[in-house]
């Protein structure tokens, strides 16, 4: 990989970085929102007071002894454990400090809090809301669409529904919404979607993996265009891969797609019938959910085990969704954004889409005059959220 020598490795030492507000800004906020939003005893209000002084002031600790992924935390933490937090590849820095807000919380440790998603009363909030409701109503309109207008709306609410991250939200520690994106169309800076729907039409109908993002206002549309590969036949089967625990706030788990799929069951119209088709697929075994452990791994994608090597490998196509895999995808790296997506993602098996709007510095993929436009264009465009790329290669 000849560029890998020339881009940096995001870190959050830089000030005035991106990665540096999260972790000096989201991170502290979100600590006491989850201290606020659950009655802790004390004992947990201090683990997670420690974790937020830690974070801001201390060195990166160990995972407690007796930890049931201690060792591979151990193999992964070697070289950064003992450093400032602003001072580590920002993806592993991430990827840990939400590891370590489980183990604040007792998620893991028998005992009361044992099993409870310290998020959900956050990813519950949104699935209960106005927005999903005006979502699923609006597949109404969806059905009488044209089939190849039917595609672009199930893949743009895909895409879109990643601007619906709970955690991109929490900022000084309040969640916000995203300011508004404007006309969508205009702005996806990278669009491969005639490509992706070729691809498809030319593959047998094998399986299909998707790998999921956040739960609630993206997982849905997510599982909305699993059933739409499923019903048109572009899919034999589908993987949808979630989270073996709670990460990055609302990253979906077992028990959103759940949750999810009531709502969609239980909603009513055409979006009830999806949902009824949806449950049908999972209890058949057309539809299948995996969670891996490497899901939440702070290593990029090319390091993937052999078993999920295997899997992916037979995959007529991986939809990876989201920012996060997105940069487990191409390396968080300070790439050139002209770098080609084919070559930063060449060690991932199979076929590969990726659906995600630009809420981090890494990006890849883009044509020059693209490219200077919005540099030249004086926003934010790398982290604002309000920017999307959809990207294939065979
Ligand atoms: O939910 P997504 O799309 O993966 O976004 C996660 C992104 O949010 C952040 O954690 C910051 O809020 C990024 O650093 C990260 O890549």
Not at 154 to 165: F, Q, T, Y
Not at 277 to 291: E, I
Not at 344 to 363: C, Q
């Amino acid at each position: 990989m000849p560029e890998a020598a020339g881009a940096r490795v995001v870190t959050g030492e830089e000030p005035g970085s991106f990665a540096r507000s999260v972790l000096a800004r989201r991170h502290p906020a979100l600590i006491r929102q989850v201290r606020d939003a659950f009655p802790y005893p004390p004992e947990r209000q201090r683990a997670l007071d420690a974790l937020l002084e830690e974070t801001q002031h201390g060195v990166i600790a160990p995972l407690l002894p007796g930890a049931h992924d201690g060792e591979r935390w151990a193999v992964w933490g070697a070289p950064h454990v003992g450093r400032s937090w602003f001072d580590v590849p920002f993806l592993w820095a991430e990827s840990y400090f939400y590891r370590r807000l489980l183990e604040a919380v007792g998620y893991f440790r028998p005992g009361p809090w044992q099993g409870i998603d310290p998020f959900a009363p956050f990813k519950r909030a949104e699935l209960g809301g106005a927005a999903v409701a005006e979502e699923l109503a609006a597949l109404d309109d969806v059905a009488a669409l044209p089939l190849e207008a039917r595609d672009q709306a199930v893949l743009g609410g895909a895409l879109w529904g990643n601007r619906a991250d709970l955690g991109f939200r929490i900022s000084a520690g309040q969640p916000r919404e995203a300011t508004d994106p404007g006309d969508p169309g205009t702005r996806v800076v990278a669009d491969d979607s005639a490509p992706f729907w070729r691809h498809l039409a030319e593959s047998a109908p094998t399986t299909v993996h998707l790998l999921a993002d956040n739960a609630g206002r993206e997982l849905i549309p997510d599982l909305i265009l699993l059933d739409h590969l499923l019903r048109t036949g572009r899919a034999g089967k589908a993987v949808l891969h979630v989270k073996p625990y709670p990460y990055f706030v609302s990253d979906a788990t077992t028990s959103d797609v759940v949750d999810c799929l009531r709502r969609i069951t239980d909603a009513p119209g055409r979006a009830g019938r999806i949902g009824a088709r949806l449950w049908d697929a999972l209890t058949g075994g057309r539809l299948t959910v995996r969670t891996h452990p490497f899901s939440c791994a702070p290593l990029p994608y090319a390091d993937m085990p052999a078993d999920l090597r295997a899997d992916l490998s037979a995959a007529a196509v991986t939809v990876s969704k989201g920012d996060l895999n997105y940069r487990r995808l191409v390396g968080d790296r300070r790439w050139p954004g002209t770098a080609g997506f084919a070559e930063r993602t060449a060690a991932f098996p199979g076929p590969l889409l990726a659906l995600r709007t630009l809420k981090s510095d890494v990006a890849v993929g883009i044509e020059a005059s693209t490219l200077d436009a919005l540099e030249g264009s004086g926003e934010a465009w790398r982290t604002s959220g309000t920017y999307a790329v959809i990207q294939f290669r065979p």
